[in-house]
């Protein structure tokens, strides 16, 4: 090997070497863009997480009390044999549920907030392979997305579910008190 054919590949593997580091950091770079959304929408998860959360709590606070006003209506209730003592009752049961479906929207709207948030997710992890640390990222945060909303799903339900309840039962004792010799079924 001559020394002018040692320099041509010293000079040739200098180009190589060059063109993969410039590649190197156009892809570290584009690492660093993904991984700085990924860390804005991560936090973005959160916020409407904690505001998800504020909601049902809310959403508690006033269902509590608001059967604790309806405890003692239903006693005078019970107490009055005339059917028109039944209109205040029926006015505050009026007010429960439409508290309740403006809170319904609200969660709604927060639910598709968290849906539009994982569709981003999903269009930045279909860019990258399988094998991609970034997709496995995106793998794992849309499973915990997931569980969060079969939380909400389940756990909001159940709260307008126990209303419904609380309320029949609560109309079937007033119907009975009223006409003691009528069964509902």
């Excluded at 936090?43 to 809310?58: F, P, S």
């Excluded at 609200?106 to 539009?116: E, F, P, V």
């Excluded at 569709?119 to 399988?130: V, Y």
């Excluded at 915990?144 to 079969?150: E, I, R, Y």
């Amino acid at each position: 090997m001559t020394y002018g054919q040692l320099d041509g590949l010293i000079n040739k593997w200098s180009l190589e070497l060059e063109d993969q580091e410039n590649h190197f950091l156009y892809q570290a770079a584009q690492v660093n863009d993904r991984d700085h959304t990924l860390i804005e929408n991560g936090e973005k998860i959160i916020t409407l997480n904690g505001e998800v959360e504020k909601a049902k709590l809310d959403q508690q606070s006033f269902i509590s009390p608001c059967c604790n006003l309806l405890t003692p209506v239903e006693e005078s209730v019970k107490d009055q044999s005339r059917s028109d003592f039944l209109l205040p009752a029926d006015e505050d049961r009026k007010r429960t549920y439409k508290f309740a479906g403006n809170i319904d929207p609200q969660l709604k709207r927060m639910a598709q907030d968290l849906k539009d948030v994982i569709e981003r997710l999903n269009t930045f992890g279909n860019l990258a392979g399988t094998t991609d640390p970034l997709q496995q990222i995106c793998k794992v945060l849309n499973a915990h997305v997931d569980s969060l909303q079969w939380i909400n799903q389940n756990s909001g339900g159940s709260l307008f579910v126990h209303q419904d309840i609380c309320i029949a039962s609560r109309k079937c004792e007033t119907s009975q008190v009223l006409c003691p010799k009528t069964t509902l079924k």
